[in-house]
């Protein structure tokens, strides 16, 4: 656990403390502690035990005090943390959440007012009957509803497009800062998860920068959640949390490791350190007090004897193992990608214009969906050297009958029977592979949620078949796709990406259906959209 979480769960018993009417020096003294091991340059874990320069020599900080910071160092939990939350009624633990509201005014509100929840808050604040507390006026009571709308924010999460569209454009105005030697988001954004929470910006500087001071003066800013030396946080006017952290540039690929996560992976990875007798933290990787490695992502893999991991699978789900018997896949790449699937009413204009901004992205061969042949034919003329196939989609039956197709090249076959349970769902899914009927069965979605189905059973069928699995590369159809990715891949299945665009812009979304398929561990032959035109058009010739 970093020195600033630490700081801030003290603050959190500190706070608990208060409310059960613990003496008042012992809440200063967790007080205090916290703000003594969040200033701290070094991270607690790699202060000497005893001695010069160790906790119990910090002002403020005994013996006991060392003992719980030690432990929350090591473990990342507090058993005295626990037993406080025990002890508190939830609703309290909630209010406590609020800027504005310390534990005295949280207490008040919730016995004074019969208040429980943050919804009960909200309605009480807006109707006024705050004020009937002592010391709450008009200032307090929009300070409360400005807390409880920015707690709402933080806690939704967004697509992995949204939240791009938001990010890049900051950091890049970041990274002209003076000083910065590296910049690189870090979190579930970096492991391309289809969706994102909050982000964490890491800068690497040989000095103190300015950098905080330009993302709270950036112009996608609202608010300044924390402005300290070496974190600040801010929500943007979009509602979403900005973390920014600056360490040194020795500490980078330590704290890129971590704060790239996942929990679980980097917890195996600190479970591996301690084995060997090595701390691993977001500082670096220690020997006792000798930091040995730190600098490179690749080094504090290489400590723990393994190759290093792309962020995409690190979730703990097997990468550990992997990456140790030199098993880790080689993750398709953006730049392997050949193909794409396409539609939206194209004419011969739109299909000819799409081909030629797909084209200068390295694209061979386009399936252009829902257009005539005839202006498939016509847009061929205009399309440089990029091929193209005529494509419909299909309906599919509740009993796998799959509807009429016109003369296409490619046929992609999709479910829409919303009442389908899991099995008659993976029933009908097998049946409309085994017609002959399709080239492509698309995964099947009701209202924006993917339909559960039997997904390994599909896929043999399909392997069977000849018949490729769709992944639907648009932000709003990726729940899930990592996991259907890694289950169409472990059949020895092929996964078709196929972004559905209808212009230039939309067609980039590609790359999101390629993030959720690394994080599945596919590879090259496990996406046919790495195939040429001419090994596309010979795979279709086989159905």
Known sequence: MDNETIGSTLDQVADLLEIEGASVFRVRAYRGAAR??????????????????SLEELPGIGKDLAGKIRELAESGELALLHELKSRTPESLIHLLELPGLGPKRAKAIHEGLGIDTIEELEKAAREGRLRALKGVGPKLEGQILEGIAARAARGKRISLAEAEAQVEPIVARLRETEGVAQIEVAGSYRRRRDNVGDVDILVAAETSVAIGKKLISDPATDKVLADGDTKTSVLLKSGLQVDLRVVPVESFGAAMHYFTGSKAHNIAIRTLGVRRKLKISEWGVFQEDKRVSGEREEDVFASVGLAWVPPELRE?????????????????????????????????????????????????????????????????????KVTLFAGAVVSIGAEGLVGASEDVDVVVGEIHAADLDEKSLTQALIAAAKSGRIHVLARPFNGGKPKQFDVEAVAKVCRAQGVLLGLDARPAFLAGADGYARAVKDTGAQLVITSRASNAEQAAHVRFGLDQARRGWCEAKDVANTLSAEAFGKLLARR
């Open 36 to 53: 003594t091991v969040s200033a701290l340059a070094s991270p607690v874990s790699t202060l000497p035990e005893k001695g010069p320069g």
């Open 316 to 384: 703990d789900r097997g990468e550990i193992d992997a990456a140790r018997e030199g098993k880790l896949p080689k993750l398709v790449e953006r730049a392997e990608l050949r193909g794409d699937f396409v539609g939206g009413k194209l004419d011969a204009d739109g299909i000819a214009a799409i081909a030629s901004a797909c084209e200068a992205t390295g694209a061979a061969w386009l399936v252009v969906l829902g257009a005539s042949r005839h202006d498939v034919e016509h847009a061929q003329k205009h399309a440089g």
